[in-house]
């Protein structure tokens, strides 16, 4: 058993809450400023912008009284910072990522993307619920205890990347040459959301991904539809064919092979589930959809979180700008994404989706298929002292216990933790699931935010019993 350096009691947790909250504004001001930098991983225009970014967070967290460095990836940078003042006691790594999604398209966004706005208290910018508002809430539950006490109930490590949103596609690398640096007993990540408004739940599921793109080549430029229209093939109408092949219309994946390791849904997780205060109704109106569509004999949630999918995220080639222009096109193409769940693997996966679309090609065309980076999916316990304690701390500082939910998207780097440092990963959300991640008008609830400070406050207090 871990025997503690110092009590716990020694840690003056009113002052702390005290100190968050005479510094509420101070907060916001700060994210506010880490919200301007446009450090867009997937855009190379914005190589320095990453950069900046980065040399921002480290300058700040040594200014908390914390060792910290930028460090270099072979890609993107990503921010270590670290104390280990407090000895015997469990260290708690904080991952987070400091990159952001393209803010496309800009003529939908209410107010620029990288000109953070308050309304109707939410703060509007990219980034600010996906991902630097989750984190900072955490940097500045650290700060409250250092400017207070001057030392942390527990060894904090934080590891802030740049690339989360392109993959990881060095992360894990990165990870196992820097493994002793960052040993640590725990994961925490905020990189997820609520159950709810003034619900918060902690994750104990996410699903994997495979992403590949497929493009059709036909004549060697585009034609005049008139001319060679019905004597060539076109390389549109050949992928449409080809897409529309990959799943049937009762939401079921065509793809031979890809149900095979699929891990169901038990009745505990049924259990679990039924408790998030989740309506359909609601959830329609929200999205402005008529009705809800899916693989045919399960609910909403779990088609959401716990079940793979199949699904076409653009399609290009040909004329797209304003009026006609009558062309048969060159080329087509289409980036399709599979969203995986335990036990599935994305390379197999992967592998399996090639095979099928060897089976659709044409002669009239050439098809090919491009791989991007894949993840695997995670399900960690949510039982033990770890998990306890973050249920303990989620309830002190949003005064209300968490829900156990699982979330349809994928965080990397859960996976690689566990099998490269052999850690489990605690997620516990601080957005919503209409903060428009990924979308114009991406938002934080500043409440929120303030609440989830004191919770990461609270985590550390909690951590060191």
């Not at 942390?152 to 392109?166: D, F, Y």
């Not at 797209?320 to 096109?329: A, D, I, Q, R, S």
């Not at 008008?441 to 919770?455: A, F, H, M, R, W």
Request: negative net charge.
């Amino acid at each position: 058993m871990l025997m503690p350096a110092f009590s716990t009691r020694s840690v003056n947790v009113s002052d702390v809450s005290t100190y968050i909250q005479n510094n509420r504004q101070r907060y916001v001001d700060e994210l506010v400023e880490l919200l301007k930098f446009p450090s867009v991983s997937a855009d190379s225009a914005h190589k320095s912008d990453i950069e900046k970014c980065a040399d921002y967070l480290a300058a700040h967290f040594k200014s908390l009284g914390l060792e910290a460095r930028k460090m270099e990836t072979g890609g993107h940078p990503l921010v270590y910072a670290e104390w280990l003042g407090a000895p015997r006691q469990p260290t708690v790594l904080i991952y987070g990522h400091y990159d952001v999604q393209p803010p496309d398209p800009l003529n939908l966004w209410e107010s620029p993307p990288f000109q953070p706005e308050i309304r109707n208290g939410k703060l509007f910018a990219r980034g600010s619920s996906d991902n630097k508002g989750q984190f900072y809430a955490h940097v500045k539950g650290i700060e409250a205890h250092l400017k207070q006490n001057q030392k942390l109930p527990v060894n904090v490590k934080l590891l802030i990347e740049g690339e989360e949103e392109i993959s990881s596609r060095h992360l894990e690398e990165f990870i196992r040459k820097n493994a002793a640096m960052l040993k640590a007993d725990v994961v925490i990540v905020s990189d997820s959301a609520m159950a709810g408004p003034n619900q918060p739940a902690i994750t104990y599921g996410l699903r994997g991904l495979a992403y590949l793109e497929v493009r059709v080549d036909g004549p060697n430029r585009d034609l005049h539809s008139g001319a060679y229209g019905g004597s060539v093939a076109n390389p549109a109408e050949v992928l449409a064919r080809i897409l529309a092949r990959c799943k049937d219309d009762r939401g079921r994946v065509q793809i031979p092979g890809f149900y095979d390791d699929v891990l169901a849904v038990d009745q505990r997780e049924r259990d679990l589930m039924s408790k998030v205060p989740f309506s359909d109704e609601a959830d329609r109106e929200n999205l402005g959809v008529p009705a809800h569509f899916g693989e045919e004999g399960f609910s909403t949630l779990e088609r959401r979180w716990a079940r793979p999918t199949f699904e076409i995220n653009g399609i290009f080639g040909g004329y797209m700008g304003e009026g006609p222009k009558t062309v048969l096109p060159a080329w087509a193409g289409a980036k399709v994404s599979m969203r995986l769940v335990p036990n599935q693997n994305p390379e197999k996966i992967a592998d399996l989706f090639e095979k099928f679309i060897e089976t659709l090609k044409p002669t009239t065309a050439k098809v090919t298929v491009k791989r991007y980076e894949g993840a695997f999916p995670s399900v960690v316990p949510i039982v033990g002292p770890y998990v306890e304690a973050a249920t303990r701390a989620v309830t002190r500082g949003f005064g209300k216990a968490p829900l156990f939910t699982r979330e349809g998207g994928t965080i990397p780097v859960v996976s690689t933790f566990k099998k490269v440092l052999g850690i489990d990963t605690i997620l516990i959300g601080y957005g919503q699931n209409d903060d428009n991640l990924h979308s114009p008008n991406e938002k934080y609830t500043l409440d929120d935010y303030q609440k989830g400070i004191l919770t990461s406050a609270h985590l550390l207090e909690e951590m060191a019993r």
